[in-house]
């Protein structure tokens, strides 16, 4: 699947089961901001549990450009891409039987 495809697909998915049966799975780098926490960890947070726009995103992490929050989630989608599909084949199966 693309890229594209990808990121659209996990942005329809419920946040629910993002945050339970995904975030702790997937590879972030090791970047942490001040607090300690991963940036990461936290962009996908924002993105794809809170929904929020790579703008908004780029606000709270205190990036300069919303362009560095893209860029940052095409790298966590592409590093977990096996996973991500796996989830949302599962994601699918689990929502057509309810």
């Known amino acids: 699947m ?16 993002t ?10 780098s090791e970047e942490t901001n001040g607090d300690g926490q ?8 924002y993105a794809f549990i809170r929904k929020l726009s790579d703008n908004a995103i780029a606000i709270r992490l ?3 450009a919303k362009q ?10 592409n590093e977990n891409k096996f996973l ?4 949302l084949s599962n994601y699918s199966q689990n929502v057509d039987k309810i």
């Open 19 to 28: 945050e339970k049966d995904l975030i702790n799975k997937l590879y972030f």
């Open 2 to 17: 693309e890229l594209k495809d990808l990121k659209n697909k996990l942005k329809k998915c419920q946040p629910y089961f």
């Open 38 to 45: 991963n940036i990461e960890r936290w962009i996908f947070f």
């Open 68 to 77: 560095t929050v893209n860029k940052r989630i095409k790298k966590i989608i």
């Open 62 to 64: 205190g990036f300069l």
């Open 84 to 87: 991500i599909e796996e989830f």
